[in-house]
C-alpha cells in the first residue's frame, strides 16, 4: 500500500500570462507507515505537491496512484456521464477520507462555536451516527492531548498551539491512513513544537498512521522523521534518510537550505581534523562525539 506520484507536473495559470511551473516531472512514492519529511525553499513546491496527494490538486501531467488507484483517471466500461461523475465522486470522497490534509494555518479554517462541533464537522459529513461521531471525537482529541474540558470552548479563545491541535484532531477523526502536515509547527514556540511532533510521532508509531510532514525546520526533520524528500524548483532533489539528505550540505545549500547547527558543527570539527567519521544529528549524538575527542 502506498501513495505514487508518478511523472507529476503542475502548472498554475497554464495558458495565461502569469502561468508558472510549479513542480515538474516529479516521482516519487511514500510506502505505507513512513514518516516522511518534506522540505524546501519558500516557493520549493511543497505545499503544490502534498495537495496532489489526496486530490484536491489535479496534475496538468502525470498519475496519482492511491493504494493502486489512479484517482483522476475515469473508470473505464462506463458510458453515461452521470454514472461516470458518480463514480468519479465516490472515488474522490474515498481518497480525502485515506488521505487528510492539515494546511498550512490551519486555525484560519476553525470556523465552529465549539471545540467539539469542529473536530465532528468532517465525521458529521460522513454521515455517521451520533454516538459514533462523539466517540470519535474524544478519541482524536485524546490523540492530539487535548483534555476534555476543552470540548466547550471556542476554539477561537485557544492558543496557537491549541488552535493547531484542534486543526489536527478534526482530520484525525476522519480515521486517515495517511496524515499530511503542511507546516504544523510554524509560527509555535519550541515547547509547543516538540509536543506536537512528539504526538504525531506517536501517531506513527503507534497506530501505524503514515505521516507526511511539510517543514522548515532542519532541526525538527532531523530529530523526528525517518526519510526527508528536499524540494527544490519544482523537483525532487534529495530523498534518503536524514543522515543521507544532510550528508550534501552543498547540495542543499545551492537549493537555499542549510543543514541543523549540530551537523554544520559536527562538520567544522571534522574540517579541523578531529575524528567525527559520519553526519552527526542531534545532540545526544554530538555530545557522545565530543566525550570521545575529549577523553582521547
Ligand atoms: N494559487 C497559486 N496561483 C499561482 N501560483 C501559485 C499558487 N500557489 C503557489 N503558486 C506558485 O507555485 C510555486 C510553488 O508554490 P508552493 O506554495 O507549492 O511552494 P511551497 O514550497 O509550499 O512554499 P512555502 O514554503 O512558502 O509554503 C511558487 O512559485 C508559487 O508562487
Ligand atoms: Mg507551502
Known amino acids: 500500500m502506498s501513495i505514487e506520484i508518478k511523472d507529476v507536473t503542475y502548472i498554475y495559470d497554464q495558458g495565461t500570462p502569469s502561468e508558472s511551473t510549479a513542480l515538474s516531472h516529479v516521482n516519487l512514492t511514500i510506502q505505507k507507515g513512513e514518516f516522511v519529511g518534506i522540505i524546501g525553499h519558500t516557493g520549493s513546491g511543497k505545499s503544490t505537491l502534498i495537495q496532489h496527494l489526496n486530490g484536491l490538486i489535479r496534475p496538468t501531467g502525470g498519475q496519482v ?18 454514472e461516470l461523475r458518480a463514480l468519479q465522486a465516490a472515488k474522490m470522497k474515498r481518497v480525502r477520507q485515506k488521505v487528510g490534509l492539515v494546511f498550512q494555518y490551519p486555525e484560519h479554517q476553525l470556523f465552529e462555536m465549539t471545540v467539539a462541533g469542529d473536530i465532528a464537522f468532517g465525521p458529521k459529513n460522513l454521515g455517521l451516527g451520533e454516538e459514533e ?10 490523540m492530539v492531548g487535548l483534555s476534555d474540558e476543552y470540548k466547550e470552548k471556542s476554539p477561537f479563545e485557544l492558543s496557537g498551539g491549541q488552535k493547531r491541535r484542534v486543526a489536527i484532531a478534526g482530520v484525525l477523526a476522519m480515521q486517515p491512513e495517511y496524515l499530511i502536515l503542511d507546516e504544523p509547527t510554524a509560527g509555535l514556540d519550541p515547547r509547543g513544537r516538540d509536543e506536537i511532533l512528539t504526538q504525531v510521532q506517536q501517531l506513527q508509531k503507534q497506530q501505524g498512521i503514515t505521516v507526511i510532514l511539510v517543514s522548515h525546520s532542519m532541526e525538527d526533520v532531523a530529530k523526528y522523521v525517518d526519510r526527508i524528500i528536499a524540494m527544490g524548483e519544482g523537483r525532487v532533489q534529495l530523498d534518503g534518510t536524514p543522515r543521507e539528505v544532510f550528508a550534501h550540505a552543498e547540495r542543499l545549500k545551492a537549493i537555499g537550505l542549510d543543514i541543523p547547527q549540530v551537523t554544520q558543527l559536527g562538520n567544522l570539527l571534522a574540517e579541523q581534523g578531529f575524528s567525527v567519521p559520519e553526519t552527526i544529528l542531534s545532540l545526544d549524538e554530538m555530545q557522545e562525539k565530543l566525550l570521545h575527542i575529549l577523553k582521547g
Open 133 to 142: 461521531i462523539e466517540r470519535r471525537v474524544d478519541q482524536a482529541m485524546a
Open 65 to 82: 496512484i492511491c493504494d493502486g488507484e489512479d484517482i483522476f483517471a475515469a473508470p473505464t466500461g462506463v458510458k453515461k456521464k452521470k
